[in-house]
Each structure stands twice: as C-alpha cells, then as structure tokens.
C-alpha cells in the first residue's frame, strides 16, 4: 500500500496547486518569537506543519504532535476528523484484537473515545497507559521510537521528504533563546505544558539543535531558513551553507511581494 508520505502528498497536490509559493513548506514551531506574527498570512503562501497545541489556534496542513498528553488532547477534540494528524508511534489495532490485548494491558488504563469505534491505538506512559478509540480520524504514524525526535523534528524531516521542496522557513524554532533560563513555550501554563517558571531543559535544547543540524546536513539541496529578530543561527550551525537566519519583518516582505507577483 501506500506510504505515510505518499499518502499525505497525493492528499495534497489538489490543495498545492492554489498555493503561491509552490515548492516551499513553512513549518510553526511554538517559541515566543512568533507571538506578533499574523500566521494567517501563510495560508496562501504554502504548504504548512504545524506542531502540537498549534491547533486550539490555527490549523496548519497537517499537524504534527509528539508526546502521549497533546495526542490524546487533540484526538479528544475531534480535530483530526477534519485536518491531517500526524502523530509519533501511533498503531491503530482493529477492535476484534482488544479483547485478547485486555489482559496485557498494565494498569491504571485510560480510555479515550467509546468502544463502538473500529479501531484503538494504546499509547503509554510511565503512570497510565492510554487506549484510544477511532474511526476515521485522518491520523497518519510516524515510526519514531528509532530516531526520538521532537515534533518541530519530525516536521522538519517530513517537510523535507517531500518532492520538488526548494525552501523551507522555520517559524517560533527559537531553539537556545531561554526567558533568562526559563521555558520558552507560547503554551506554558496551559495543559500538557510546563509552568513558565520552570527552568528551561539544557539536554533538549542540544538535542534540538542536534536533530535540526542532522536534517538540513542531509538534504543539501533545500534552502533552509529559520526566522528569528537576532537573525543569527545557533553557533553549533555555522557550517551549514544551506541554513540562514532571517528576521520576521525580512518573512512578511517575501510574502507580500509573492502576493504581489501572482
């Protein structure tokens, strides 16, 4: 059958055809730069990712959700019986199966949605195993119990998989800027996020930096762009010819003068 990619670009050629900027991908992380950026703006330009509790605000093309809480937050919603899912290490299992899966499940399970549904997906945690019910939500899985990237990540990679992509511009992927050591999040303070005193984690901004670094080293031919006022990239990225900085004033003036060219 067909893949996750193949499936998610056929799905999309119809919709592409109307964008402007044809061959490049805008992907929204959630750090504070963006928070005076009209993201609606971008919804004629291309195509765009969007990643985690994005969606209580706008809906990207397709939006990509890391961890087991924001999963289960936005399937809960019913968000993604309409728009395009992406979510890590999801594996709906038919319903026939649940009853000989029953016994192996540890306790204490959650269940999402009812059990009328044809299929359940079982994501865990250390606390409580989640079992999820869905029909025909338009969820696609990314295999990432290998690699464990963070959404911003994935995006990224599924972004650049796919064909004829000339530019891609990162939005909010404020990596190492901290609020004076604490977290930089647009959603701190609200569910599935930590409190905006809490300290900002050295181990995933490396990481972060690291997993970006490996992506834009893979695929050469992509013109990378992260949008940032400082206009300067993490040090750990001055050896990537295809990366720049740009800022939010130089983003919404290649967006007007797109508009202006069509």
Known sequence: GMGIYEKICQSWLIIL??????????????????????????????KIYGCNALYRDFSPDILVAGDVDITVEVVKSGYCKNNNCVFSDWNPIPAEAYSLLQNDLSNPIQIVGSEEKTKFSVMGKEETQYVIWTDNEKIESFLNNIRCLD????????????????????????????NQGKINNLYKNSNCYLSEDSVSSNTKIVQWTKQIQNIVESYSDIKYHRVHDSKINPSEWKNLNNLDCISYHELESLLNEAILRT
């Open 151 to 178: 959404s911003g990540g994935v995006a990224l990679l599924l972004a650049s998989q796919e064909e004829n992509i000339e530019d891609i511009y990162l939005i909010g992927f404020d990596i190492q800027e901290t």
């Open 17 to 46: 055809e109307c964008r402007i900027m044809k061959n490049t991908v805008f992907i929204i992380g959630n750090g504070e730069s963006r928070m005076d950026f009209d993201l609606t703006s971008l919804k004629e330009a291309g």
